[in-house]
């Protein structure tokens, strides 16, 4: 599973409160990304990084931020959750091949 | 932006029965990915296909790039219960070769 963590794995939260994501990586990959997955729209892409310090918004990144301070950290933060955030969000990795996707195991969010 | 359309979105099988999902795109695709996700699962990396008609085989799996490379298939032979699940193509798109999911096909099969 490419050494890939997420925290926490389950979170439930109310309107308006600040949320962090976490995900963890023990392989030194360079690429990380955020995804958010939801019924009809499949995997949308919030946020990604090409290093550390170094990250670019994606597909849906609106209400959302990032930081990458270490390889083996990618953070994702709701300043201020909404429900329209209520989704399960996957981290992944770019592989060593050419552009293939490691995926960690997901946080499923929820805000009331 | 670069799209992927990917059909059916739904299939219901016996099992037994083949099941091919579709992906397409107006835009000429440098390559495509295919990822599986189980139910409450994550997705997984399959296979990629690089070039023009190209052909792999994954045991009962079957993957075609198209000639023109704007579409491609999965086939799986005499579905299984352990087939169960949303697969996904992905196509490379963006400066930093971001991936672009299609909406996937969610199989079921029925024992």
């Known amino acids: 599973d490419a050494g890939i963590t997420q925290s926490p794995r389950h979170k439930v939260t109310e309107t308006g409160t600040p949320v962090t994501l976490r995900c963890h990586q023990t392989?030194?990959?360079?690429?990380m990304y955020w995804y958010r997955q939801d019924p009809g729209h499949g995997l949308r892409l919030i946020h990604y990084?090409?290093?550390?310090?170094?990250?670019d918004k994606g597909e849906v990144s609106d209400g959302y931020s990032v930081s990458r301070s270490k390889t083996e950290d990618f953070l994702l933060t709701l300043e201020s959750a909404t429900s329209s955030q209520t989704s399960v969000y996957f981290c992944?990795?770019?592989?060593?091949?050419?552009?293939?996707?490691?995926f960690g195991p997901g946080t499923r969010l929820t805000v009331t | 932006g670069q799209q992927v359309m990917q059909i059916p979105q739904y299939q219901h099988v016996q099992e037994g029965e083949d099941f091919t999902t579709y992906c397409n795109s107006s835009?000429?695709?440098?390559?495509i990915q295919w990822y599986k996700q189980r139910p409450g699962g994550h997705p997984v990396f399959l296979i990629q296909?690089?070039?023009?008609?190209e052909v792999k085989k994954q045991k009962r799996l079957t993957f075609q790039f198209g000639e023109a490379k704007k579409n491609s298939s999965l086939h799986i032979t005499a579905t299984q219960t352990t087939d169960v699940g949303t697969y996904f193509c992905?196509?490379?798109?963006?400066?930093?070769?971001?991936?672009?999911f299609g909406k996937g096909t969610k199989l079921s099969v029925k024992p």
């Open positions: 992944a990795i770019k592989g060593t091949g050419v552009y293939e996707q490691y």
């Open positions: 392989e030194n990959h360079r690429y």
């Open positions: 990084s090409y290093g550390v310090k170094d990250t």
């Open positions: 835009t000429t695709l440098s390559n």
């Open positions: 296909l690089v070039k023009s008609g």
């Open positions: 992905a196509a490379t798109g963006g400066s930093q070769g971001n991936l672009i």
